[in-house]
Nanobody, 122 residues
């Protein structure tokens, strides 16, 4: 499966962005999907995950209540709606498939897309 992330950019604190991840190559609806991020000088952090049907989601404590992950299996796309953004959300965000850190993820096929930069100014 190939993953193509988009939607990053520069936004002021308190603003919103929506990240999109389009997939191709395999049956998208078979896999748990989600987002990681990596900020300069920090370890990779899992941000959010969603199981194959969308019925189960996971959020890191740092984004819970501000970010929403969703998916549309009809068009093979997963979204990350990011509201009330903070400067500490600044990072490169990566879309991934089948990570064991996602609800229902197995790790058998774990695939990452290229990152999209999110910069939040104070």
């Amino acid at each position: 499966v190939q993953l193509q992330a988009s939607g990053g950019g520069l936004v002021q604190a308190g603003g919103s962005l929506r990240l999109n991840c389009a997939t191709s190559g395999r049956t998208f609806s078979n896999y748990a999907m989600g987002w990681f991020r990596r900020a300069p000088g920090k370890d990779r952090e899992v941000v959010a995950g969603i199981n194959w049907s969308g019925a189960s989601t996971y959020y890191s404590d740092s984004v819970k209540g501000r970010f929403t992950i969703s998916r549309d299996n009809a068009i093979n796309t997963v979204y990350l709606q990011m509201n009330r953004l903070r400067p500490e959300d600044t990072a490169v965000y990566y879309c991934a498939a089948d990570s064991p850190l996602f609800p229902g993820g197995t790790g058998d096929l774990e695939v990452w897309g290229q990152g999209t930069q999110v910069t939040v100014s104070s």
